[in-house]
């Protein structure tokens, strides 16, 4: 951190400056004051800890005021790089609601100042992507109002489940189901899994909505199980925000026990982002498996996988993602990576499964290559649960 000093009496920076940097006050007082009608009006006195003029850090718009040393006075400077990769990397909805505050607290005081200037800076610096300031505050608003109905849409059982069956590649029976959520809005229709659940992440609405998953997924099984056989196993899709909570575990299992099925029966489908990012991943896996539920590693190849992780944390299956095997009899890459990744899985004793087959052909390749179990449109797409307790028994 650079620090900078200053006399009693020095100006800091003046209203209408353009802004770099924000600062701390680390010793003295400093004085913010405008101008108004020709009187110098003091808004704040602050003191040793403070900081001021924050607003630099994540626009270049002009100073909404002006500061003073009161005091003999030693600042530090906070520049805009440290805070924008923070920024960057924010929680979604907590990065978008900063920037309507902004926008608001820029036009509150624009309007206070009686000037309306537009603000290419405040746009420069706010979007590096694609999308004007205006739609990101859309953006924002949206998906602050999308989280408010999900909310609602737990309390009034708008989301279903579907079932789609994962199978022996040898004789293409029914290992189990992965439950894959759905949500009809009133509002919005058909609402994509994969979108609302992203928001869901963003916040704490991922528990609730992901213990009902489990919930109604462990009560269907078990009428699965007593129809069909008793091996059946269930896949549930596992995010961050779930495997960070130390309750998850005990929970899990009290509602298995509650249902009067058996851990071995229960699959966790993570992605890799989630299960190696943070240091707290061994012990949740370790603490996991020790209480007998499988460990998939979902979208394998996507993320960042690193072949040290798999050697180091015991998972139990990897599931290919559906973009190799699209390939599958037409990319010879796309068989070159799902051959490497079956050798690996097997030599380190993981078994695997590969999603997305829709053709033959993909299944022939898979086969060949000695793929374990499959899942895909060409087996069954996704189910209700009635359709599921339909299927023919064999
Ligand atoms: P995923 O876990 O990779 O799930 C596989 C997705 O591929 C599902 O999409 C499934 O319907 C689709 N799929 C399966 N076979 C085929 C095929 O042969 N061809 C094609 N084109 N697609 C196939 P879906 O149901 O739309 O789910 C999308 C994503 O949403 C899931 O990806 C998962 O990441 C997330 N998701 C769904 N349900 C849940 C849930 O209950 N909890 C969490 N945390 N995430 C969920
Ligand atoms: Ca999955
Ligand atoms: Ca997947
Ligand atoms: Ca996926």
């Known amino acids: 951190l650079t620090t900078r000093h200053y006399r009693a009496g020095d100006l800091i920076f003046s209203q ?10 680390e010793e003295g007082q400093v004085e913010i004051w405008t101008e108004l009608q020709g009187d110098r009006l003091v808004l704040n006195i602050l003191q040793p800890g403070s ?28 520049t805009p790089d440290q805070v924008n990769q923070r920024i960057d990397t924010a929680d979604p909805i907590l990065r978008l609601l900063l920037l309507v505050v902004i926008g608001h607290f820029r036009s509150e005081s624009n309007n206070f100042r009686g000037t309306d200037e537009p603000s290419p800076e405040l746009d420069a610096a706010l979007t590096k992507a694609k999308l004007s300031f205006k739609e990101r505050i859309t953006d924002a608003v949206d998906m602050i109002r999308l989280e408010g109905e999900m909310q609602e849409a737990i309390a009034k059982e708008q989301f279903h489940l579907m079932y789609q069956p994962i199978v022996f590649m040898n004789d293409l029976r029914i290992e189990g189901f992965e439950a894959l959520i759905r949500w009809q809005s009133p509002k919005r229709g058909f609402v994509r899994p994969d979108v609302f659940i992203e928001v869901a992440e963003a916040t704490d609405l991922i528990i609730p909505i992901g213990q009902w998953v489990i ?115 037409t990319n010879q890459n796309s068989e070159s990576i799902c051959s490497a990744i079956l050798q690996l899985s097997h030599a ?25 179990y499959g899942q895909g449109y060409l087996f069954s797409r996704p189910l209700p649960f009635d359709q599921v307790m339909a299927l023919p028994k064999d």
């Open 215 to 329: 919930e109604q997924g462990l009560k269907d099984l078990k009428s699965l199980q007593t129809k069909f056989n008793s091996d059946l196993l269930m896949s549930f899709n596992i995010v961050g925000r779930q495997t960070n909570n130390e309750d998850f575990i005990p929970w899990l299992l009290a509602r298995v026990d509650h249902h009067g099925l058996t851990p071995n029966k229960v699959k966790l489908e993570i992605i890799e982002r989630t299960l190696f990012s943070g240091d707290s991943s061994a012990p949740w896996i370790e603490n996991c498996r020790s209480r007998g539920f499988a460990l998939v590693l979902d979208d394998f190849g996507t993320g960042y996988s690193s072949l040290q992780y798999l050697n180091e944390y015991k998972i139990d299956r990897v599931k290919i993602d559906k973009s190799f095997v699209d390939g599958l009899g």
């Open 348 to 372: 380190l004793g993981m078994t695997v499964v590969a999603e997305g087959i829709e053709t033959q052909a993909q299944l022939e390749v898979l086969r060949s290559l000695g793929c374990d």
């Open 16 to 25: 209408g400056d353009r802004g770099n940097y924000a600062y701390i006050v």
């Open 51 to 78: 900081l001021f003029g924050e607003l630099a850090l994540v626009d270049a718009k002009p100073r909404s005021a002006s500061a003073s040393a009161l005091t003999d006075c030693i600042l530090s400077l906070v």
